[in-house]
């Protein structure tokens, strides 16, 4: 039979809490943003940008800080319900963290092409940058309500695949994939500037896609593949 402790260790695991119970007096912070607020305009306004990494953002962080000083506690006083109930509110803001801290280097003024492994993948799995393109953009306006479109890795198949959550489920928690290229389309992210017309603010991201950040992160998920 397991000890108390043991099914609370047994039932943190499962639910993906170890790691941040064992984490949770370092806090969490904002991390830096390589580029400047009006950078990458005129696709992405500068209020955009600073709305969305100052206050949108920066909310994660505090709520995810907040939520796993809560499970520290609810762990310390083996309190399986309170556990259980942090659950959502520990997704919710460490995918917000997550997809976000993703986002801004997914970004950039100067992100050229992609080349080499990643093109070569692309074309592989996708027949060319412009299906893909055109097959994550059709993603990324049909999800429904708030969430994401990504560009993901398999590793079981070593494929390319294009992926859409909900909310801020992150990628790699929720589907395994790791994440490449992400597409938030919370209408935080484009409403002062697009207004409801998402397609337009999908169409637009592409032209500050940085290609060289995706192809960095194929490079690692390939590898750790191997
Ligand atoms: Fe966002």
């Keep these: 039979m397991l000890s108390r402790v043991g099914l609370i260790s047994r039932i943190a695991r499962q639910h993906g809490v170890l790691g941040c119970v064992s984490a949770a007096r370092k806090k ?27 206050k949108h953002h920066q909310t994660y962080v505090n709520n995810l800080n907040a939520v796993e000083e809560q499970i520290a506690e609810a762990t310390a006083n083996e309190d399986v319900t ?19 801290s993703i986002f801004w280097q997914n970004l950039s003024p100067e992100g050229g092409e992609p080349t080499g492994d990643l093109l070569a993948a692309i074309i592989r799995d996708f027949d060319s940058l412009e299906n893909l393109k055109s097959t994550m953009s059709a993603a990324a306006v049909g999800v429904q309500g708030s969430g994401w479109a990504w560009l993901g890795y ?18 790699q928690g929720t589907t395994g994939l790791v994440p490449l290229f992400g597409i938030d389309v919370w209408e935080h992210a484009y409403y002062l500037q697009y207004k409801n017309v998402r397609p337009d603010y999908v169409k637009a991201i592409w032209n500050v896609a940085n290609w060289k950040d995706v192809a960095e992160r194929f490079a690692e998920a390939h590898l750790h593949a191997q």
């Design 82 to 100: 309170r556990l259980v109930a942090l659950q959502a509110a520990f997704k919710f803001n460490g995918g917000g963290h997550i997809n976000h």
């Design 28 to 54: 969490h912070t904002l991390p830096d943003l390589p580029y400047d607020f009006n950078a990458l305009e005129p696709y992405i306004s500068h209020e955009i940008m600073q709305l969305h990494y100052q």
């Design 154 to 171: 398999c590793k079981n198949t070593d494929s390319l695949q294009v992926a859409t959550c909900a909310n801020q489920d992150p990628l």
